[in-house]
């Protein structure tokens, strides 16, 4: 059974809340996570790919970064392709030695589930009808059903971790909070293979046809998604077509070397810009996709949810050993000068490689010159880079 008070009630077991969990545990913290799904429909949803130094540094401080070092690939560029012609960007050397590491969300969560179960810690996984109550007060409450049963759990603080459709933000007061939206006329449909990828590093695709992205998940597993209109329907994109549309959309050596093979998984995300002000409401705080939403063309949504569990979780650890409220008092405005920073990149690197129903060619060919012009100037490649690394943390502070 679930404790009925903890220092730390947890609404989400992706990977906002399953980080956060372990670093208050390290820290001596307790806490309780509850999660509307199974532990198996959590590790079957296929996103993130790309880690930031930042996450990465966070994983270790967590105490589960070992698998994570063995089997993520370590990247020092990116490639753009537009125009037919591929032009890599040098994330490396343009950043002082920074890089990127591809590792699946999937394992990150894995690696932070097994901890956790090793560790004994509690965690409600198809906790239902989840509420947020008192968070106004200093003696918050959440009570959910499971097994049949209401539950009530007393906390010194709720942490929302729960995404984008969660109960938490939901549950904020309507005057207290300003959203700010921008949905994008199509999604990227994703396809997961067991084949090798098309190239070493990631390829970022500008196409008259539409965007294409190459990723990959190992040396033996590719993961690629192309630009869709919202209106289709995954049924109707069989393996054959969506293999077919990716050819179309490289170029001559992409062609050639790209190994198809069956899907393991096939799915169509939309794509969204979204940020809510304040992140804080009493002794709730929003944490990770609950409180923004990037378009993935960034690889920024992991990245920004590890930016602010360290903050959060840096802001409870002082307040339980010292009674210092400065770090949660500023864990809004903290995050949210970082957060603003990566949607924007984010929103602007989608306008940069989309086609939009709306524009005419006329739009397509400012986009290749304005990335002709990026690529070809230090300058324009600087910017790329330093913003897909990651900006330095103090960058905002
Ligand atoms: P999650 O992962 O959505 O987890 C929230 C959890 O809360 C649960 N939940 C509830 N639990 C209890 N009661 C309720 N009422 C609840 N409501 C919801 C949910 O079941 C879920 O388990 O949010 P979190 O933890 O903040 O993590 C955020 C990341 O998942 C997200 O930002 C990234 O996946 C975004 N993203 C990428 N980010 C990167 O940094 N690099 C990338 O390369 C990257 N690629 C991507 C992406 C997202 C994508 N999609 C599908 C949106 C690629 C794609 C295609
Ligand atoms: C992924 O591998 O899923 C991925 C990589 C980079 C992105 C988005 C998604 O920008």
Request: charged fraction near 25%; glycine fraction near 10%; proline fraction near 5%.
């Given at each position: ?168 933000r939901a549950s904020a007061p309507r005057g207290a909070i300003t959203e700010y939206e921008k949905v994008y006329p199509f999604g990227w449909l994703g396809l997961l293979s067991d084949t090798p ?199 905002a502070e």
């Amino acid at each position: 059974m679930p404790p009925t008070k903890t220092q730390v009630a947890i609404v989400g077991a992706g990977p906002s809340g399953l980080l956060l969990g372990q670093l208050l545990h390290k820290a001596g913290i307790d806490n309780v996570i509850l999660e509307q799904r199974s532990g198996d429909y959590v590790l079957s949803r296929i996103r993130a790919g790309v880690l930031e130094q930042v996450c990465i540094d966070l994983m270790d401080e967590a105490g589960v970064g070992a698998r994570m070092h063995k089997e993520g690939l370590v990247h020092g560029g990116i490639e753009l392709l537009f125009g037919g012609r591929r032009h890599r960007v040098d994330l490396n050397g343009l950043t002082g030695g920074k890089n990127v590491m591809v590792y699946g969300q999937t394992e990150l969560t894995r690696d932070l589930m097994e901890a956790r179960r090793a560790a004994g810690l509690p965690i409600v996984y198809e906790a239902q009808h989840v509420s947020v109550h008192d968070f106004d007060t200093r003696t918050p409450r959440v009570r959910y059903e499971h097994g049949g049963a209401t539950h009530e759990i007393a906390c010194d603080f709720i942490a929302g971790c729960d995404g984008f459709h969660g109960v938490c933000r939901a549950s904020a007061p309507r005057g207290a909070i300003t959203e700010y939206e921008k949905v994008y006329p199509f999604g990227w449909l994703g396809l997961l293979s067991d084949t090798p990828p098309v190239c070493d590093e990631l390829v970022y695709v500008n196409s008259p046809r539409g965007f294409a992205l190459c990723s990959q998940r190992s040396r033996t597993r590719s993961r690629y998604y192309l630009q869709v209109p919202l209106t289709d329907k995954i049924e109707a994109w069989t393996d054959a077509a969506f293999w077919q549309e990716l050819k179309l959309r490289l170029d001559d050596a992409g062609r050639a070397k790209l190994v198809t093979g069956p899907s393991i998984e096939k799915s169509i995300a939309p794509l969204r810009s979204f940020v809510t002000e304040p992140l804080r409401f009493g002794r709730m705080f929003l944490a990770g996709d609950a409180g923004h939403i990037v378009p993935p063309t960034g690889a920024k949504g992991l990245n920004l949810a590890a930016t602010d569990v360290k903050y959060l979780s840096g802001a409870f650890v002082e307040y339980f050993r010292t009674g210092s409220e400065n770090g949660i008092d500023n864990y809004s405005a903290r995050c949210l000068r970082r957060i603003w920073k990566a949607e924007r990149f984010s929103w602007w690197f989608t306008m940069l490689m989309h086609r939009f129903p709306e524009d005419g060619p006329i739009v397509g060919r400012f986009q290749e010159a304005e990335l002709d012009y990026l690529v070809h100037s230090e300058a324009g490649r600087r910017t790329i880079a330093e913003n897909y690394v990651g900006l330095p943390l103090d960058f905002a502070e």
